[in-house]
C-alpha cells in the first residue's frame, strides 16, 4: 500500500502562484499530479515516467513546473501564471504495481 499526503492547494487571484506537495509513504515508480474541475473529468497536469521523463498538459506547459525529490518520495507542482480555469481539486497520483490516489486538494482562482 501508498498512502498519499497532499498540501498546498488554497485561494489564489489570477496571476499568482501556489505550489503543491505530494508525499508518498514508500518509494514508487512515477507520480503525477491530476486535477478535476466541477462538472469535467479528472485530467493529467504533469507527471514523471517510470524513467524520469516529465508530461504536461498542453493547458499548463510553461506556467507549471514538476518536481521531486526521491529521498523524500515528494513531488511537488509548482502553479504560476494561475488562470480561472486552473480551479480544480488536484489530486496526487502513484504508481507501484497499481495506482494509488491522494484525497486532493483543492485550488481556486479568482478574484
Known amino acids: 500500500q501508498v498512502q498519499l499526503v497532499e498540501s498546498g492547494g488554497g485561494l489564489v487571484q489570477p496571476g499568482g502562484s501556489l505550489r503543491l506537495s505530494c508525499a508518498a509513504s514508500?518509494?514508487?515508480?512515477?507520480m503525477g499530479w491530476y486535477r478535476q474541475a466541477p462538472g469535467k473529468q479528472r485530467e493529467l497536469v504533469a507527471s514523471?515516467?517510470?524513467?524520469?521523463?516529465?508530461n504536461y498538459a498542453d493547458s499548463v506547459k510553461g506556467r507549471f513546473t514538476i518536481s521531486r525529490d526521491n529521498a523524500k518520495n515528494t513531488v511537488l507542482l509548482q502553479m504560476n501564471s494561475l488562470k480561472p480555469e486552473d480551479t480544480a481539486v488536484y489530486y496526487c497520483?502513484?504508481?507501484?504495481?497499481?495506482?494509488?490516489w491522494g484525497k486532493g486538494t483543492l485550488v481556486t482562482v479568482s478574484s
Open positions: 514508500r518509494s514508487v515508480f512515477s
Open positions: 514523471f515516467t517510470s524513467s524520469g521523463m516529465t
Open positions: 497520483k502513484a504508481y507501484l504495481v497499481k495506482d494509488f
